[in-house]
């Protein structure tokens, strides 16, 4: 870069001294020297009186005679004249503007400036010049813009999972809703031909397929009440299920819940769980509800830190002598001896003091 020539710094002196007000032209040159900025003098009419040493630098301009004289605003990008003539005209009412504009070096490395445009009063307080101060700020624009960009990205992702969360709950209400038709459809058909059986025997089995598939009908809606999870509170599961059987059948359920409400239970093992509660709900509320009308108790509990207990008692005439859960063939046990095996879950069973019948299945928490 050629050296600044003695006119140029004679102008530079009389820019400082006009800036400052008095002083020796030394000084002057070195408080405007002395700053990293690129630093300018504009007269009224727009053009470029001066430019600091450092400021050339910044801006590769190896002469300052080849923009001395031209007007500031064309050294920028065309875009930017409505804003370069804005800060002029406010400098000239007496007023400083800030902005933040694109301008390639006079050798076409691209550049990002933060603009300060203030104006030099005279000792009368009139304006007679414009300082223009320049500083590159390059390094933090493209930092900011690829932060936008991320930003910008990580919202259409986001946006773009939305609507897929967005589309695929509507999908799983429009299969809950054809689930629950279907389960609908096949009791209404089961207890349709229930009605129609004139054999007592072939008419009970087909009451009881119907009231299993509606079994699957109340386990399936309280697992779609939260369909994103893989994994359901017990609690809650657990004591609205038995809400629902308690609606659903002909007698009391009587439910204590003692887990802690923050205890989770898997999917598929809630499902389990659910067959099992039904299944033996429903077989004591119909045996226990041979002389009377059938009382059902319900407790489910914690035992230690890993395993639950679920009990099913019945105020009826209580299990015959000898019974034997595994060696029952009837699909009521095939039912229970599958889920029970999905549980991992040991089923016993006795009567309880007051000669009622009682279920327990022991299994670890998963």
């Known amino acids: 870069m050629n050296a600044t020539s003695a006119s140029d710094k ?16 030394g000084f002057a ?16 009419e727009g053009r470029v009186s001066f430019m600091s040493e450092n400021g050339m630098c910044a801006m590769e301009i190896e002469d300052f005679g080849t923009v001395a004289g031209l007007r500031w605003t064309n050294l920028w990008p065309p875009e930017a004249k409505e804003t370069l003539e804005t800060a002029l005209a406010t400098a000239r009412e007496g007023e400083r503007t800030e902005f933040e504009a694109f301008c390639p070096t006079a050798k076409g490395k691209p550049r990002w400036w933060a603009v300060t445009v203030t104006p030099v009063h005279n000792p009368l307080g009139e304006v007679h010049l414009i300082l223009a101060s320049s500083r590159d700020v390059t390094e933090t624009v493209n930092a900011r813009r ?23 709950k509507v999908l799983l209400a429009e299969i809950d809703h054809r689930v629950k038709n279907s389960f609908a459809a096949v009791i209404g058909l089961l207890n349709l031909q229930a009605r129609n059986h004139t054999d007592p025997a072939l ?19 309280q697992l ?39 205890l989770l239970l898997s999917v598929n093992a809630a499902t389990a769980l ?15 509800g041979r002389e009377h009308l059938p009382i059902v108790e319900v407790t489910l509990a914690t035992v230690g830190e890993s395993r639950l ?30 889920y029970s ?11 309880t003091p007051e000669g009622g019948a009682m279920f327990r299945l022991d299994f670890p928490v998963r």
């Open 309 to 338: 207990l679920l009990s099913v008692a019945d105020n009826g005439p209580g299990l015959p002598p000898g019974f034997d859960p595994a060696a029952r063939h009837g699909l009521g046990m095939r039912i229970l001896s599958v």
């Open 224 to 262: 779609y009440r939260d369909p994103e999870s893989d994994h359901l509170p017990l609690a809650a599961f657990a004591s609205g299920l038995l809400a629902d059987l308690d609606r659903a059948l002909t007698g009391t359920v009587r439910a204590e819940i003692l887990v802690p409400k923050e």
């Open 341 to 351: 095996d999905q549980l991992d879950a040991d089923l016993t069973c006795t009567n």
């Open 203 to 221: 008419r009970e089995a087909v009451a009881q397929a119907a009231s299993r598939i509606a079994t699957l009908a109340r386990v399936h809606d």
């Open 10 to 25: 004679e102008m530079l002196a009389r820019g400082a001294l006009d800036i400052m007000g008095s002083g020796l032209p």
């Open 146 to 168: 690829m932060l936008e960009e991320q930003a910008a990205t990580l919202a259409r992702e986001v946006a773009e999972k939305d609507t897929a969360l967005a589309r695929q």
């Open 274 to 288: 659910g067959q099992v509660m039904a299944e033996l709900v429903g077989n004591a509320i119909k045996h226990a």
């Open 29 to 44: 040159l070195g408080v405007l020297g002395a700053s990293p900025d690129c630093i300018k003098l504009i007269d009224l």
